[in-house]
């Protein structure tokens, strides 16, 4: 085409330029307002995971089931969630992040409208799951949307800025807004409310967004999949059972043998296949394994401390939903202190060596504090100082581990390693959610059968929620010396992450941007 070459030079309104800076400012536009609607999807799934909390007990009340089963109502969502976002990854690249992204805020919508309306306990958990499920196709394609449009480094690094925000506050929006919806209408509007923002963002996505080619070379390893769910749901499944069974039952016994050898058979068929799900040299990196393990254990406390500490507010002190939501401020003080430290001086300066252990000791000392609860009150003495403890050591260790959980990955394995921590921390609130109701339900049942008391359920309650506090405790202490031996000395960690790196991969000095990527 020889007449296309001279057309730059051209006379002609070229003085002005509108023609390049309308080609320049409308793509512009376009990338922030593809960046609102991301933020909108993130925002939604971030606060359901949150927003049910509160409602739970009104739920409760309203469908009549029992304190042992209530975990599931938020272990199905964060399971389906958690086990599924990696497959959610690489159906993105199989079918297209838009066609994905559209997949997975109508498919939330229509579980959210589902659960709603759902007329028992089974269908809430059904509705929760498929939730979990569509949430975790609609993440990753989300977040590949956000970097594919954003290819200036500045530019992304500041869009990246936003999308954390909305990660870090889509947790409180999620308390206090389930609050308000609760207290003065139903929480049955705790889901109904992702329907809204669904459509919101479906009206700017089909518009706005352009779907990237597919990745010829993607493949869905079908085996791993389905192995590695169904480890994970074996495995949580016995621990929610040990409340009514026993921990020695068959019944509880059975599916954690059983998840365990669905996992490690999952472990055997990556190393074997040419498409892994999860590719193992990931994990064997002493920094990112660590930065998983971190992400896990921060996953079981805080889920499982919130879903006690929310029952506790609200069915031994009386708070009202919305009283309840706000109860939990201090918590979210306490994050953002510790992921604002964390990620501009403390990593840099002190490292994970130092960084995460420490959070470790002083989320602790928050479930050490919690076992000082009584029935007769106690927030503003015990409740609110444990959950500015519990922020500021979760808060460390979630930065730290969304900072360098993707660090150094190969480029084709980078969107693996970066929802793996995601992945772990979900994986861990769903166990954490099982675990601790599982111990506090016991301990309750055991107290009752043994104590006669003029206090009844409350005291048998809070007896229940203070053995549980007793075991985090002890977990986040062992947490603390494990990654205190795991993680490296600073000086080597960049050596390490480097030498794991290939060509393009992300270095270790971006870990800020990675933790912006979550």
């Given at each position: 085409?020889?007449?296309s070459a ?5 006379p ?5 330029a509108?023609p390049?800076?309308s080609?320049e ?9 593809i960046l609102?609607?991301?933020?909108i ?9 949150t ?27 964060a399971l389906?969630?958690?086990?599924l976002l990696?497959?959610g990854g690489?159906l993105?690249d ?9 997949a ?30 569509f ?13 594919t ?12 800025g ?9 947790g ?14 139903s ?7 992702n ?13 706005l ?38 921990w ?16 490690g ?5 990556e190393?074997?296949v040419?498409h892994?799900?999860?590719p193992l ?13 971190g ?13 006690l ?17 706000l ?5 979210i003080?306490?994050?953002v202190?510790a992921?604002n ?11 994970p060596?130092v960084?995460?252990?420490?959070g ?14 009584s ?15 519990l922020g ?14 993707p ?44 104590h ?5 359920v ?6 229940g ?5 007793v ?12 990654t205190a031996i795991?993680y490296p ?12 790196a ?9 870990g ?5 990527a979550?």
């Amino acid at each position: 085409m020889p007449e296309s070459a001279p057309q730059p030079a051209r006379p002609g309104p070229s003085p002005a330029a509108p023609p390049s800076a309308s080609a320049e400012t409308e793509p512009g536009r376009r990338r922030w307002l593809i960046l609102a609607v991301v933020g909108i999807a993130q925002l939604m799934v971030v606060l359901d995971a949150t927003i049910v909390n509160i409602a739970l007990p009104s739920a409760q009340r309203a469908l009549g089931f029992s304190t042992t089963d209530r975990q599931w109502v938020i272990t199905a969502y964060a399971l389906a969630f958690g086990g599924l976002l990696i497959v959610g990854g690489r159906l993105s690249d199989l079918l297209g992040r838009k066609r994905t992204f559209i997949a997975g805020l109508a498919g939330f919508a229509a579980a959210s409208a589902v659960g709603g309306a759902a007329p028992d306990f089974g269908a809430l958990v059904a509705a929760r799951a498929v939730q979990g499920g569509f949430g975790a196709l609609l993440a990753p394609s989300a977040l590949a949307l956000l970097i594919t449009n954003f290819t200036d480094e500045r530019e992304r690094g500041k869009a990246l800025g936003i999308y954390t925000a909305i990660a870090g506050g889509g947790g409180a929006v999620g308390l206090i807004l389930g609050g308000v919806l609760t207290e003065y209408l139903s929480w049955r509007w705790c889901l109904y409310v992702n329907v809204a923002f669904a459509v919101l963002a479906l009206a700017g996505a089909i518009p706005l967004i352009r779907n990237q080619p597919r990745n010829p070379e993607a493949r869905l390893d079908v085996p791993g999949s389905i192995l590695v769910a169904g480890g994970l749901v074996g495995t949580v499944y016995g621990f929610s059972q040990a409340a009514t069974n026993g921990w020695g039952a068959a019944a509880t016994i059975g599916p954690i043998v059983a998840g365990v050898v669905l996992l490690g058979a999952f472990v055997a068929v990556e190393r074997r296949v040419a498409h892994p799900l999860m590719p193992l040299a990931i994990i064997a990196n002493r920094v990112r394994g660590s930065a998983y393990l971190g992400a896990l254990t921060a996953g079981i406390g805080l889920i499982g401390a919130f879903l006690l500490i929310t029952y506790y507010l609200q069915d031994v002190q009386g708070f009202s939903p919305l009283r309840t939501g706000l109860a939990f401020l201090p918590f979210i003080a306490g994050v953002v202190v510790a992921a604002n430290f964390v990620s501009n001086r403390g990593l840099r300066r002190f490292g994970p060596k130092v960084i995460v252990p420490a959070g470790m000791i002083v989320a602790a000392a928050a479930a050490g504090w919690l076992t000082g609860l009584s029935v007769h009150g106690g927030y503003g003495t015990r409740v609110a100082p444990a959950l500015v403890l519990l922020g500021l050591g979760t808060g460390a260790i979630i930065t730290t581990a969304f900072s360098l959980g993707p660090t150094g990955a190969r480029p084709a394995d980078s969107g693996v390693a970066a929802a793996l921590v995601n992945s772990s921390n979900q994986v861990g609130g769903s166990l954490g959610a099982a675990l601790l109701n599982t111990i506090a339900a016991s301990a309750t049942a055991s107290y009752l059968a043994h104590h006669a008391t003029g206090l009844g359920v409350a005291a048998a309650t809070v007896h229940g929620d203070v053995v549980s506090f007793v075991f985090l405790a002890a977990l986040f202490g062992a947490g603390a010396v494990i990654t205190a031996i795991l993680y490296p000395r600073r000086a080597t960690i960049t050596a390490r992450l480097s030498a794991a790196a290939g060509p393009g991969s992300l270095r270790p000095e971006q870990g800020t941007s990675v933790q912006a990527a979550r």
